[in-house]
């Protein structure tokens, strides 16, 4: 089995930065794409940034220059810099990864529990 566990959000200021971690473990063979994803109350689910084990990157468009996504392969491990955050960034980040596991043929996506971000006025 293979888990993913977010860490780093809470309440922070306007302008004002976080950085988010997501760590997968278990029996991994290899991670492909890893994404962050965020829910705020009433709304859909919508990635906020993605990249490829090579380190190819996708932002959402509201989020580019202040975002930045990153990975550690070594470390099985996802990273999201979160600068000069706003209000309407506020939401709970979802980690995803596409994940090969051992004895699978084929990698499949996993999500983490979900983590809090607060930005206030």
């Known amino acids: 089995q293979v888990q993913l566990v977010e860490s780093g959000g809470g309440l922070v200021q306007a302008g004002g930065s976080l950085r988010l971690s997501c760590a997968a473990s278990?029996?991994?063979?290899?991670?492909?794409?890893m994404g962050w994803y965020r829910q705020g109350p009433g709304n859909q689910r919508d990635m906020v940034a993605s990249i490829s084990r090579f380190g190819r990157t996708t932002y959402l468009d509201s989020v580019k220059g202040r975002f930045t996504i990153s990975r550690d392969n070594a470390k099985n491990t996802g990273y999201l810099q979160m600068n000069s955050l706003k209000p309407e960034d506020t939401a709970v980040y979802y980690c995803?990864?596409?994940?090969?596991?051992?004895?699978?043929?084929?990698?499949?996506?996993?999500w983490g529990q979900g983590t809090q971000v607060t930005v206030s006025a």
């Open positions: 995803n990864a596409d994940i090969l596991t051992v004895g699978v043929q084929y990698a499949k996506p996993y």
């Open positions: 278990g029996s991994i063979v290899s991670i492909y794409d």
